[in-house]
């Protein structure tokens, strides 16, 4: 499963990026995908998620009501709509599929991962 994410940028507070993950290879035969975002000094955390059978989606309380993730599984894509971005959203997002049935919120429930995409969100 190879993943790509794309949509970083920078942003001043109170806007909006959208996220973007295509994947390739066998990503069905992984349960979805998920966003989890670093920020520097700090661990890595649970954003959102979705899953590939059932549409189900997953968020972390920091962001529910703010992000929306979406999938088009006809383009193998994965879409974080972020909105009303604020500076402590300023992290590394990464994009990972999911390998743990129901399991969605820490990055030990992903096995493959694509590269970080940069959000910077300025005050």
């Known amino acids: 499963v190879q993943l790509q994410a794309s949509g970083g940028g920078l942003v001043q507070a109170g806007g909006s990026l959208r996220l973007s993950c295509a994947a390739s290879g066998r990503a069905f035969s992984t349960y979805g995908l998920g966003w989890l975002r670093q920020a520097p000094g700090k661990e890595r955390e649970f954003v959102a998620a979705?899953?590939?059978?059932?549409?189900?989606?997953y968020y972390a309380d920091s962001v529910k009501g703010r992000f929306t993730i979406s999938g088009d599984n006809a383009k193998n894509t994965v879409y974080l709509q972020m909105n009303s971005l604020k500076p402590e959203d300023t992290a590394l997002y990464y994009c990972a599929a999911n390998t743990e049935y129901g399991r969605y919120d820490a990055g030990k429930y992903y096995k493959y991962w694509g590269q970080g995409t940069q959000v910077t969100v300025s005050s």
């Open positions: 979705i899953s590939w059978r059932t549409g189900s989606t």
